[in-house]
């Protein structure tokens, strides 16, 4: 299984989610692209590199970017958010 690291502003987007949600992307989300990185859908363009996981809770849906590093087994946790804007803010994020 992987490591996971964060990035530093996943506390901000994390503030964002209802609490009961924040607990299943904890229990249920993370450990499922923990075990098996390749779940998450490859993306293209400037986003080249990035991997991203969607789920759907209570009718919202959810993105969560991340990188796998396969030589040190660790994955980097972009970004968790709601669909609506998710794209945009995440080139911006990267791009900083």
Partial sequence: MYEVEYHPKIRKDLKKIDP???EKIRTKHIP???SDPE???NLA???RGTSCYH??????EFRIAYITDER??????????????????????IQV
Avoid at 55 to 60: D, R, T, V, W
Avoid at 83 to 92: A, E, I, M, V
Wanted: hydrophobic residues 40%; positive net charge; glycine residues 8%.
């Fill in 20 to 22: 009961p949600i924040r």
């Fill in 32 to 34: 499922r692209i923990l």
């Fill in 39 to 41: 779940i998450g859908e």
């Fill in 45 to 47: 363009g400037d986003l």
């Fill in 55 to 60: 789920f759907k809770i209570a009718k919202q």
């Fill in 72 to 93: 040190s087994e660790k994955i980097l946790i972009q970004m968790i958010a709601k669909r609506g804007d998710f794209y945009t803010l995440l080139k911006r994020r």
